[in-house]
């Protein structure tokens, strides 16, 4: 195993783990916000469940753009492509948009998640007015998975 | 379409009322407006706590309800049966209200003789009568408490002043103890027992011993208790019973609705004022005269002042789709603009580019088809359900069109978003701009329409000249068509934005206005998305084939390979749908929304029967 494929591993671990961990705060916000309101009213449960469960995606990105690095660095297949230390950082920093991005974005659109559940608790109509606001903050974690994806595709191996 | 509204007006006599009221609210097509000078309503208090007590017992009876299997079909009544009083519903109800009564006092009954027998636990060793521990003429005894740690120094205590101490039973307070010493000695003996850390307290006061006031007290408990789960069968019996609370809750609600409407008032007269669609004044009217004909009924267009709800009218696919705009807000009359008949099919496309795949496509047109063929859901409800139904045929052909089954590429018509990122993205940067286009073209035919045709050229007209020429530049072939047409357009824009202001506002505000080119660009952009949920739809999918894969070794593996499939491609599915929902609607929302619609209507919400658990079947329904 050359450096550069340990390199490009490190790199999918961290954008995996870095998402991973944003995603679970996210979440974790939300769910504690949505824990508090069913408490009072049951019957919005379903509502906050959506809500609750935005803040999930980053993970899932930083989970796609982990297994598409070892999906190009053949290392399922049995026979890794060996690499150079220059590919291997570049398959490192192209992981860490979406890992970064990813982090952070999951913990303030967690946030954003329990402020719209406690808009929604108030005014169970206005719950796609809440979505529609946590979603808004996905946008810099998409357009971070974009940039990442794009440039795992465009290095050469 | 935005439907147009009348105002209706009706005097009638007070003696017609209830039957009016009820003619209007079983053809559910009069939305009352309320005025100031409106008389109170009588006899709203009255129905209103009718209400209230069907709902606490139903709410009580649901308690012992078993739990509805998920096939279970809301019942169907016709607009007859349902108007007629049920003598049974309301002896039920007088028997959910006593039995309610009855668990209540047995319940705090028990939990009284549960807090009795707690005390009486650490008496229990006790072999003298509690009632009995009075000072005899040389003795006196005294109770109280030990903590755990002090019991071995209050003994000692005790005994080096001479006296006794029986230690009984552990209990909330520690370990109770009974004190005998001397009478003389009484004072000396507490003194040092204190110290050493004897607490006094007096157990509860009952005749006899404490055991067999704790056995009476147990008897009494298992009473209440057998009394307990006999009413409770009985609120169990009464469960199954129901349907008729739910038609009892449904009745009150139609009456309290009905006696909540207020009217001006004279002393043998009475007037409503509401609103009617314009299509549907002569169902209101036939209504009307079937009950009197003492009356006088009158529609009116609305006047500039008013501010009528909004009803729109489209065809059975986009009417669906109404309900993803209505969610941001409604259409107002005064807009005049119903986006749903242009939004409708984007959101179609779009929902299906992101999910854009065949097999999960399937699953979902049969799984949602399931869905409402057991659940039959109503309302808003319904058309969400039949939005993700419909997107379900999108989603396959951009199956077909990706090539991607159950993440499984296939032979695509087109490209794969996986194998060819950077033309997915040009593509979903396309599909963006022509959405954005057809929202400003909506914006042009209504500017023209109402006259502001230059409006129109300058706005928008310029806009979508100067983004083809920029897109055209990218191509060799039409780049130097696509300079100057971005050039035209944007010297327009300098020419023309600052129309409305003064002086030399005129030249700022041209150079403001082409600074807008930002925005254009970053909702263009933000049409990327579509891009990443494809991929991420796709690569989920790849990942749990993979997966399956790898495991599929031996007996054990190929059956735990169908277990990966199974959750795996339902979890994508659902993610995916999530997703796709939230992200189109956004790009509806703010990117398309934002180019040619307000909204700030409300919704027209007419005096109607509309019950939450049955189904009511009218006359108009059943043709």
Redo the contacts between chains.
């Keep these: 195993m050359t450096l550069g494929t340990v390199i490009a591993i490190c790199g999918a671990a961290i954008c995996a783990t870095l998402a991973g961990i944003g995603s679970a705060y996210g979440v974790r916000i939300g769910g504690q916000a949505a824990a508090g309101v069913v408490s009072e009213n049951p019957g919005l449960f379903g509502k906050l469940l959506?809500l609750q469960?935005?803040p999930?995606?980053q993970g899932?990105?930083g989970?796609?753009t982990a297994?598409?690095i070892i999906v190009r660095m053949g290392l399922?297949g049995g026979n890794p492509i060996a690499l150079t230390t220059a590919q291997g950082w570049a398959l490192f920093g192209a992981a860490m948009p979406i890992g970064i991005v990813g982090l952070f974005s999951a913990i303030y659109q967690g946030q954003t998640a329990a402020a719209s559940i406690h808009m929604t608790a108030k005014q169970p109509d206005s719950s796609?007015?809440g979505?529609?606001m946590t979603?808004?903050v996905?946008?810099y974690a998409?357009?971070a998975?974009?940039v990442s994806?794009?440039l795992v595709?465009g290095i050469q191996l | 379409m935005i439907v147009p509204m009348k105002k209706a007006e009706l005097f009638a006599l007070k003696q017609d009322r209830d039957a009016l009221l009820l003619a209007l609210q079983r053809v559910g097509e009069f939305m009352i407006i309320p005025t100031e000078e409106d008389a109170q309503p009588t006899g709203q208090e009255d129905a209103q706590q009718a209400l209230q007590q069907a709902e606490n017992t139903l709410g009580f009876v649901s308690q012992f309800q078993e739990k509805r299997s998920f096939f279970a079909q809301r019942p169907e009544l016709d607009l007859q049966s349902f108007l007629k009083e049920d003598p049974e519903a309301l002896e039920l109800e007088q028997e959910a209200k006593k039995i309610a009564e009855q668990l209540a006092a047995v319940r705090s009954e028990r939990s009284t003789l549960a807090a009795q027998m707690e005390q009486l636990t650490p008496w229990l060793p006790l072999d003298i009568p509690l009632d009995r521990l009075t000072p005899t003429r040389y003795a006196s005894f005294h109770t109280g408490s030990i903590s755990a740690g002090a019991v071995d120094p209050v003994k000692q205590a005790v005994e080096e002043q001479g006296a006794d101490l029986t230690l009984l039973a552990p209990g909330p307070e520690g370990l109770a103890a009974l004190l005998t010493c001397l009478r003389e000695e009484e004072h000396a003996v507490l003194e040092a027992a204190k110290a050493a850390g004897f607490v006094e307290n007096t157990p509860p006061r009952v005749k006899g011993l404490a055991k067999d006031a704790y056995e009476a007290y147990q008897q009494q408990y298992r009473e209440a208790q057998k009394l307990e789960e006999q009413l409770v069968a009985q609120a169990e019996e009464l469960a199954g019973r129901k349907e008729k609370l739910e038609l009892l809750y449904e009745q009150r609600k139609a009456q309290a609705d009905r006696q909540a409407v207020s009217a001006w008032e004279t002393a043998a007269t009475f007037r409503l004022v509401g609103w009617v669609r314009s299509d549907r004044t002569e169902a209101v009217k036939k209504a009307v005269a079937e009950v009197t004909d003492a009356c006088a009924l009158s529609f009116t267009d609305p006047t500039e002042e008013d501010t009528p709800p909004t009803v729109t009218k489209n065809n059975w696919f986009v009417s669906q789709f109404e309900t993803i705009t209505d969610?941001?807000s409604r259409p107002t009359t005064r807009e005049g603009i119903d986006p749903n008949p242009v939004m409708a099919p984007w959101y179609w496309l779009i929902f299906g580019l992101m999910m854009g795949d065949a097999g999960y496509g399937l699953v979902m047109a049969i799984a949602i088809f399931a869905f409402k063929k057991i659940k039959k859901p109503k309302g808003e409800f319904a058309k969400l359900i039949n939005v993700l139904w419909y997107s379900s045929i999108t989603t396959m052909f951009c199956g077909v069109l990706f090539g991607s089954y159950f993440g499984e590429t296939w032979h695509p018509l087109l490209f794969s978003p996986l194998d060819a990122?950077?033309p997915m993205?040009i593509f979903s940067i396309i599909i963006g701009t022509l959405h954005i286009f057809s929202g400003m073209i909506l914006k042009v035919v209504h500017d023209i329409k109402a006259g502001h045709f230059w409006d129109a050229m300058f706005d928008q007209v310029s806009w979508m000249v100067l983004i083809t020429g920029l897109g055209l530049l990218f191509l060799p072939a039409t780049a130097a068509v696509g300079k100057w047409m971005a050039i035209i357009g944007a010297l327009v824009i300098l020419c023309t934005a600052g129309r409305g202001n003064k002086g030399f506002g005129k030249v700022t505000g041209g150079f403001l206005g082409l600074y807008n080119i930002t925005g254009y660009m970053s909702d263009i952009l933000?049409y990327?998305?579509i891009?990443?949920?494809s991929?991420?739809t796709g690569?989920?999918g790849?990942?749990m084939n993979?997966l399956a894969g790898m495991v599929q070794g031996s007996v054990i593996g190929f059956v735990f390979s169908l277990l990966i499939y199974l959750v795996g491609h339902v979890f994508n599915i659902a993610?995916g749908l999530?997703?796709a929902y939230?992200?189109d609607?956004?790009l509806q929302?703010?990117e398309f929304f934002s180019k040619c619609y307000e909204g700030g209507g409300y919704a027209f919400q007419p005096l109607s029967i509309d019950p939450k658990y049955i189904d009511v079947v009218t006359h108009r329904q059943s043709k």
């Design positions: 959506v469960a935005l999930g995606t899932i990105y989970f796609l297994v598409i399922l796609a007015k979505i529609t979603a808004m996905e946008t998409i357009l998975l974009l994806i794009l595709f | 969610m941001f990122p950077v993205l933000s990327s998305r891009l990443a949920l991929l991420a690569v989920i790849m990942v993979l993610m999530l997703s939230v992200h609607s956004r929302y703010i």
